[in-house]
Structures are given as C-alpha cells and as structure tokens.
C-alpha cells in the first residue's frame, strides 16, 4: 500500500480521467457502505415499522454526532494536500499524528453523550416504542465513537494524500464483517444471540472497530503513503489549531445540516410513523444515487488542494469543474435509474405498510429530479472545502436549508395545509439555493487565496 509522494500533474495533464482515477476508488468505498447500510435497513424492516423508524432516526442522530469529526477530517484533507502538492513528506506526516489526536478526544466526546440518546432520540416526536428502539441503536453506536473517528481520519488523510485504494481496501473489509455481523445479531443465527436492532447497531461499531485496528497496524508498521513521525514529542499545539481552525466551519455546517434534517423530519412526524418510516427508507435508497458525487467531492479536494499547493491555481479551477460535471452525469444517470425502478425497489422493505411504500415511491421521485441540483453541492462545495474555503459552505447550507426546505416546508403544512409530499418539494428548492451560492463562489475565485 505504501507508495512515493509526488506531486500532483501539471496544469495541461489535469484532464476528467485524472479526476476519475481519484474518484473510483472512492466511489467504490462508498458504494460498499450504502450497500451494507440498505442491507442492514432491509434486515430491520423485517421487525416492522417501528423498527425502521428507531434505526433511521439514531442513524440520523449518530450522522449528526459525526459533525464534529467531520471538522477533522475536512482540516486533515486540505492541509496533506497543500502539503503533498508542495513536496513537504514531514508537514504531511505531521499532520496525520495532529489530527489523530483531535479524532481521539472528539471519539471520547461521543461516548460520553452515550447515556442520553433516548433523550435525543424523543426529540423527534416520534412514538414512544421508537424512543426506545432508536435510543438503544444509538447508544451503541456512540459507544463506538473513538474507532469510528480513528478511522475516518485516516482515510480522509489518504485521500488527501492521493491514495484512495488503501480507504477501498479497509472499506471492504470493513463492510464485510458489517454484514456478516448483522446476519448473525438481528436474527440470533450461527449461534448468536437474537438482538434485533441493537444488533444491527453491534455490527457496525464492531466493523469500524476492525477498520481502526487495520489502520493503526498499517500506520505503526510504516506501511501507509503517511508515517507515523514524532510519536515521542510533544503534540504540536498549533497545527492541531490549524487543523481545528479549517474544520471548524464544516463541524458548524455539518451540525446544522444535520439539526436542519431533524427538524424537517421533526415537522412532519405529526403525519405518523409511515411519513417517517418512508423517508428514511428513501433517504437510504437515494444514498446510492450520491455515491458518485461522494467519490468526485474527494478527488475535488484532493486536486484543488495539492494544485495550490503546488502554485497552480487555474489547474485547480479546472479540476473543480471537471469534477462537477462529472458528479452531475453519474448522479442523474443513477437517479433515472432508481426512479424507473422505485417501486420495486421499495418492494423489498419487508414488513412495511403500504402507505409507507408509497410514500417512499414519492419521496425517492422528488429526489431523483434534484440529482443534478445536488452535484454541484458535491463538486464545487468539495473543490472550495479543499481549498480550505470552508465558510462559504456553511452560508449555503444555513440559507438552503433553513430558510428554503425548513422555512417552505412550514410554510406548506402550516400556512397553506399541504401534504407530506408537498413539503418534501422544498428539497428543491433548498439544493437550487446551495448550489447556485457554491458556483457563483467557486466562479469568482477568492478562494484560491485563502491561507491553510
């Protein structure tokens, strides 16, 4: 796994196959994890409604908690770019041990909200038996939270670096024994216990615990693109600033995206259990169709960031765009996709009501229209992140999401007494916002010098 540091092409080579071969691998991972994470939904809607709703909402809530790490991972990629492009092998070394530490202390955070997470879980106004079921999910979950954060920074240090096969290579793994571990704690098979959604939650802190421990064994035993430098000096105070000072704006964007999405789902959760259960079933479903965009908001920036750090700005502008416009054909191609096949799809959640299956067709139909609305959030909010950039998208979530879905969303249940399908609209309009401030900033250029 381990390979020479180089610098990033030059200008003229930068070309949409350069991109692609940064961007497959991480669609690839990606790709593996909404796969296990529909299995592991197909699994649960198997024990009803209920069920389904618990687990979606202390999937939302943990995705909420992973705001904080995010911070880490965002500061991590931009400064191994900057570095890599500028050919500083100990800058970048040094940074992977800084935001270890950062990782670590957050992962410790998480654990220790652990006891309340039926507390938070209530919070949704859901009915008290999916209380019970999300904040046990939950619970588990954050007790896992210093594995998951060591492992998500170092693959988003990889990534910076230019090695996304080493995050594919752990990945799989990683989903493997997901999977293999869900098979065996919902349903009690193999001799296992039969823990249902408490399960289903075990497999996943299990599977990122694995991740972790590879990563770390790889890292020690100096088989990694980054090394393990300084282990016995005192942390370095001030890029763990640099590294918080970056994140912070995506921690901030990241906790109001994610407190946003409870509150949309908090809005419509009067309409029962079938309007939540639906929503997160499609919001599962839909996962699939941003899996591209994932994999080009990484190869976004990790070229913006070394081009920068190599002198090439205008390079990194042209690796900006070329990303966006490759999200946006692959995320429509898939969002067709699933809208042709939607009810089928659905059709494989088990236990599920029918009008939550049709309110699922529904909601995976408006999602679908939005694909290339949300490829430029992808492209251009990746290429800015890399830059280091990371306050301007924090503004375009504020603005699409609390004043167009949230604001609409209200608007159409409480002023006009609209549907649960109507209020879904305001998806649209909430991405066309986000995406039209991300390329108008991306368009104009200050973030080509901004300082990391």
């Excluded at 909402?57 to 943990?62: A, E, N, P, Y």
């Excluded at 039926?118 to 896992?144: H, N, Q, T």
């Excluded at 912070?248 to 939540?276: K, R, Y």
């Excluded at 950039?389 to 504020?398: C, I, M, N, S, V």
Aim: proline content about 4%; glycine content about 12%; some cysteine.
């Amino acid at each position: 796994m381990a390979r020479a540091l180089a610098s990033p092409a030059a200008p003229s080579e930068t070309r949409i196959r350069g991109v692609w071969q940064l961007a497959w691998p991480s669609i690839v991972t990606f790709a593996l994890q909404s796969a296990v994470g529909l299995i592991d939904l197909v699994f649960v809607s198997h024990l009803g409604s209920d069920v389904v709703a618990g687990v979606g909402v202390g999937s939302q809530l943990q995705f909420t908690a992973l705001s904080l790490i995010a911070a880490v991972g965002t500061g991590t990629v931009a400064l191994v770019a900057r570095a890599v492009g500028a050919g500083d092998q100990p800058r970048a070394d040094s940074v992977v041990r800084a935001s270890l530490v950062l990782a670590t202390g957050l992962g410790l955070l998480l654990m220790a909200a652990a006891p309340y997470c039926d507390v938070y879980v209530a919070l949704f106004g859901v009915e008290p038996p999916v209380v019970a079921i999300g904040g046990s999910y939950l619970r588990i979950l954050m007790f896992g939270g210093v594995p998951l954060a060591i492992s998500i920074t170092f693959a988003s240090a990889l990534r910076g670096a230019g090695d996304v096969r080493t995050p594919l290579v752990v990945g799989l793994m990683m989903n493997i024994a997901n999977v293999i571990g869900d098979y065996m704690l919902i349903f009690g098979n193999w001799g296992a216990p039969e823990l249902g959604a408490d399960g289903s939650a075990l497999a996943t802190a299990g599977a990122f615990t694995l991740a972790a421990a590879i990563y770390v064994a790889l890292w020690l035993s100096r088989s990694l693109l980054l090394k393990p430098v300084g282990l016995r000096k005192r942390i370095d105070i001030d890029l763990c600033r640099r590294v918080a000072r970056i994140g912070m704006p995506t921690c901030l964007e990241q906790f109001a995206f994610h407190l946003g999405l409870f509150l949309f789902v908090a809005v419509f959760s009067d309409f029962g259990t079938d309007a939540v259960s639906a929503y997160f079933i499609g919001v599962r479903v839909v996962a699939f169709s941003l899996i591209p965009g994932m994999g080009f908001q990484i190869a976004a920036a990790t070229l913006v960031g070394q081009h920068l750090g190599a002198g090439q700005p205008e390079a990194a502008a042209r690796a900006g765009w070329r990303a966006t416009i490759g999200a946006a054909c692959a995320m429509s191609a898939l969002g067709l996709l699933i809208a042709t096949g939607a009810h089928e799809i659905v059709s494989w959640f088990g236990s599920v009501t029918q009008e939550t299956e049709t309110l699922a067709v529904s909601f995976l139909m408006i999602v679908c229209v939005a694909q290339p609305l949300m490829a430029l959030e992808f492209g251009v909010g990746g290429s800015l992140r890399g830059a280091g950039d990371t306050r301007f998208p924090l503004f375009a979530t504020l603005v699409g999401l609390f004043v167009f879905r949230l604001g609409g969303a209200l608007v159409v249940l409480h002023v006009l007494g609209g549907t649960v399908t109507a209020a879904w609209l305001c998806l649209l309009a909430d991405y066309a916002t986000k995406g039209a401030i991300l390329a108008e900033r991306f368009r104009r250029g200050r973030w080509k010098n901004v300082v990391v």
